[in-house]
């Protein structure tokens, strides 16, 4: 059954369509500020998931610190929009990188993160070409094996190599320690703190990450900030982390049911190119609310493969589902732009600034 408002939206955007409530992307905000105000940390959300300046820009007027991007060009739509304070989390190398980093870094407070040396000598470059300092946070893993240095003896050996190379500060650590990991993360991080203080260093910074650490925010002794990032939207994944409830899920991809050529199967518009293949460890590859027994299956690139065996409800041909996707932050990336909402009501259409900044 298509609801009015999924109507309207088909009339007038067509499907698939990204849409989100305001309503649910405001409490989420305001959610997730009184957590860290709660635990006594600065909130520097990460824009990886609504790529936008204005959602930034909501953030911020909540209370948050500043923003966290994971590449430069990112930084950059957020930094032209004149937000400051921006943490890129990421290894940046290269000449043209370093060119757009010292611009970056001439107008706006920027930290980086490294976690190796041949990062860190290219730094200097943007530093100099941006007239001032650069800071810099050592990136540590602490057991998601993904990037980060894997000692505290290597993340302070990196703290004082950046302390020693002209135009750069050593300004931390950035880790993004596992939910059931803190109490590994701990031990890393004040054997790594004493170390740097024993050569005359402290860390300002000391940034931990992740929507499904909600639970352990603030757990970490010295920790400064926390980096969220899904928790504007929310999706299927962080439902079944426990970060989130279906109520604060606030994006749904708008399909339609373009076909039923069998009383088990059909199809939607939205398909790898709309709710893309990462499923996130999940059955299947979003809920649809109006079916929540109907999987989606598999896709083709514009076909979504309905397996509606277990649905005690069937939709019809035209019928306009909502879904939410798996993993929302991928799902953004594919979409120019994303429909605005409140109630029944649409209020606009918000663009997707940094769509596709890989760079």
Same mark, same amino acid.
């Given at each position: 059954?298509?609801? &009015? /408002?999924?109507?309207?939206?088909?009339?007038?955007?067509?499907?698939?369509?990204?849409?989100?409530?305001?309503?649910? =992307?405001?409490?989420?905000?305001?959610?997730?500020?009184?957590?860290?105000?709660?635990?006594?940390? @600065?909130?520097?959300? +990460?824009?990886?998931?609504?790529?936008?300046?204005?959602?930034?820009?909501?953030?911020?007027?909540?209370?948050?610190?500043?923003?966290?991007?994971?590449?430069?060009?990112?930084?950059?739509?957020?930094?032209?929009?004149?937000?400051?304070?921006?943490?890129?989390?990421?290894?940046?190398?290269?000449?043209?990188?370093? %060119?757009?980093?010292? @611009?970056?870094?001439?107008?706006?407070?920027?930290?980086?993160? !490294?976690?190796?040396?041949?990062?860190?000598?290219?730094?200097?470059?943007?530093? %100099?070409? *941006?007239?001032? &300092?650069?800071?810099?946070?050592?990136?540590?893993?602490?057991?998601?094996?993904?990037?980060?240095?894997?000692?505290?003896?290597?993340?302070?050996?990196?703290?004082?190599?950046?302390?020693?190379?002209?135009?750069?500060?050593? @300004?931390?650590?950035?880790?993004?320690?596992?939910?059931?990991?803190?109490?590994?993360?701990?031990?890393?991080?004040?054997?790594?703190?004493?170390? =740097?203080?024993?050569?005359?260093?402290?860390?300002?910074?000391?940034?931990?990450?992740?929507?499904?650490?909600?639970?352990?925010?603030?757990? /970490?002794?010295?920790?400064?900030? +926390?980096?969220?990032?899904?928790?504007?939207?929310?999706?299927?994944?962080?439902?079944?982390?426990?970060?989130?409830?279906?109520?604060?899920?606030? /994006?749904?991809?708008?399909?339609?049911?373009?076909?039923?050529?069998?009383?088990?199967?059909?199809?939607?518009? !939205?398909? *790898?190119?709309?709710?893309?293949?990462?499923?996130?460890?999940?059955?299947?590859?979003?809920?649809?609310?109006?079916?929540?027994?109907?999987?989606?299956?598999?896709?083709?690139?514009? +076909?979504?493969? /309905?397996?509606?065996?277990?649905?005690?409800?069937?939709?019809?041909?035209?019928?306009? =589902?909502?879904? =939410?996707?798996?993993?929302?932050?991928?799902?953004?990336?594919?979409?120019?732009?994303?429909?605005?909402?409140?109630?029944?009501?649409?209020?606009?259409?918000?663009?997707? !600034?940094?769509?596709?900044?890989?760079?």
């Amino acid at each position: 059954m298509t609801t &009015p /408002l999924a109507a309207k939206i088909a009339r007038e955007y067509g499907t698939p369509c990204a849409v989100i409530d305001m309503d649910r =992307v405001e409490r989420n905000i305001a959610r997730i500020q009184k957590a860290c105000d709660d635990a006594g940390i @600065a909130n520097r959300p +990460h824009i990886k998931t609504h790529k936008n300046p204005t959602i930034a820009k909501m953030q911020v007027a909540a209370g948050a610190k500043g923003i966290t991007c994971q590449k430069i060009g990112e930084a950059e739509i957020m930094a032209n929009a004149g937000i400051d304070d921006i943490l890129i989390s990421y290894n940046l190398l290269g000449e043209e990188k370093m %060119a757009r980093l010292g @611009a970056l870094n001439a107008k706006t407070r920027m930290t980086v993160a !490294a976690d190796n040396s041949t990062v860190v000598a290219g730094l200097p470059k943007a530093a %100099a070409a *941006s007239g001032r &300092p650069l800071s810099v946070v050592v990136e540590c893993d602490t057991g998601r094996k993904r990037a980060g240095v894997e000692t505290p003896a290597e993340a302070i050996a990196l703290a004082r190599e950046i302390a020693a190379s002209k135009g750069l500060e050593f @300004a931390g650590f950035m880790l993004y320690p596992t939910e059931t990991g803190w109490g590994d993360a701990q031990k890393f991080f004040d054997e790594a703190l004493a170390g =740097v203080r024993a050569h005359g260093l402290d860390a300002k910074i000391v940034s931990t990450g992740g929507t499904p650490n909600l639970v352990n925010i603030g757990k /970490l002794r010295g920790g400064t900030e +926390h980096r969220f990032g899904t928790y504007i939207y929310n999706d299927r994944m962080q439902v079944a982390a426990g970060s989130a409830t279906w109520d604060d899920c606030a /994006l749904h991809v708008y399909s339609t049911v373009v076909s039923r050529a069998a009383p088990e199967r059909g199809i939607l518009d !939205a398909g *790898s190119k709309t709710l893309t293949t990462d499923t996130g460890g999940l059955d299947g590859h979003g809920l649809i609310l109006e079916h929540p027994e109907a999987k989606i299956a598999k896709f083709a690139e514009e +076909h979504g493969f /309905l397996d509606l065996s277990r649905s005690n409800t069937r939709p019809n041909v035209g019928d306009v =589902v909502r879904i =939410v996707p798996n993993h929302v932050c991928v799902v953004v990336n594919m979409m120019d732009e994303v429909v605005m909402v409140r109630g029944d009501e649409i209020i606009g259409t918000l663009p997707v !600034a940094a769509r596709g900044k890989l760079r």
